[in-house]
């Protein structure tokens, strides 16, 4: 973003240009998404969506950073409510499939548009972050060591965002379950091995 906003005003402002986004992403693809059209759908003048957004990018940027802490927030959730990787994958892979389900269009186009965007550091950064709270709950719930548990954690963070990616730019949700069903108990044998 060029400028964060100061005001509620502004901050309405920049969460309509967003929603909009999101919408004509999910209506249309990424080649609905051009400045002009955002505007228009926001309701908003092409100036005041400038203000804060210098190119289409920069709008696929923020959709991505919204996006990124409701996965991060997922994420969260499932490790508190559970205490094995299998039961944290599948309950992940479910809530991901719930949201792919609700905006197939808009993670696909996200997909597309990672270089683009310039999300590439962010988008490690959360993994990173999965990466340390997955570490943490193997080093307390396995009592392996933290070098180990840090080794089999980038293995499943790494290997389900691969996955997600995958199942997000499928229309099959059935072969979705199934093969978050295969990576949980690829991580249940990996860890029992």
Do not use: C, W
Request: net charge negative; charged share 20%; glycine share 4%.
């Amino acid at each position: 973003m060029r400028k964060h906003p100061h005001t509620p005003l502004a901050a309405t402002s920049v969460d309509a240009i967003v929603a909009a986004a999101e919408q004509l992403l999910e209506r249309e693809g990424v080649a609905a998404l051009t400045t002009n059209r955002v505007a228009e759908q926001a309701g908003v003048s092409i100036g005041t969506l400038y203000q804060y957004f210098p190119n289409k990018f920069a709008l696929a940027a923020a959709i991505f950073e919204r996006h990124g802490r409701s996965y991060q927030a997922m994420f969260a959730a499932a490790v508190t409510e559970h205490h094995t990787p299998y039961d944290i994958i599948r309950a992940v892979g479910e809530s991901l499939l719930d949201m792919f389900a609700q905006h197939p269009n808009i993670h696909k186009s996200l997909r597309q548009l990672r270089s683009a965007a310039e999300v590439h550091e962010r988008i490690d950064a959360m993994l990173d972050a999965m990466i340390d709270t997955m570490t943490r709950v193997l080093v307390a719930t396995r009592h392996l060591p933290a070098e180990r548990a840090r080794d089999i954690a980038f293995v499943l963070v790494h290997g389900a965002d691969g996955i997600a990616n995958a199942i997000a730019t499928s229309s099959d949700r059935e072969q979705g379950r199934r093969v978050i069903q295969v990576f949980a108990e690829m991580a249940s044998s990996l860890l029992h091995g």
